[in-house]
């Protein structure tokens, strides 16, 4: 779930960058990216992935399986958008968002 995740993450970015904002996540971007997130993995969902997935998670029906996307994609926005913030970027500093381009 972990690398689907991750997946669908990365894959939002590319798309949604805006290097005007620093490509900072506000509110709106990041109730954006959980949507997108669980949309992609849903549609991409194979019976060989929900078979794996259902090891680990609950994904007997399909309000458990959006569920347990939903708040595995809830960590993984909230860790990228705290990474953008975080003091270690400080030899980046003057540089928009190093991490976008």
Partial sequence: MDYLVKQSLMEWQIYNIDP??????NEQNMEAAIQYIMKKIMLEMTDTIKLKLSIGYPFETEEEMLESIKNRAKLEVLNYSIQQNSDSDTANVGLKNINTF
Avoid at 20 to 25: A, C, G, H, L, P
């Fill in 20 to 25: 005007s904002s620093e490509n900072y996540m």
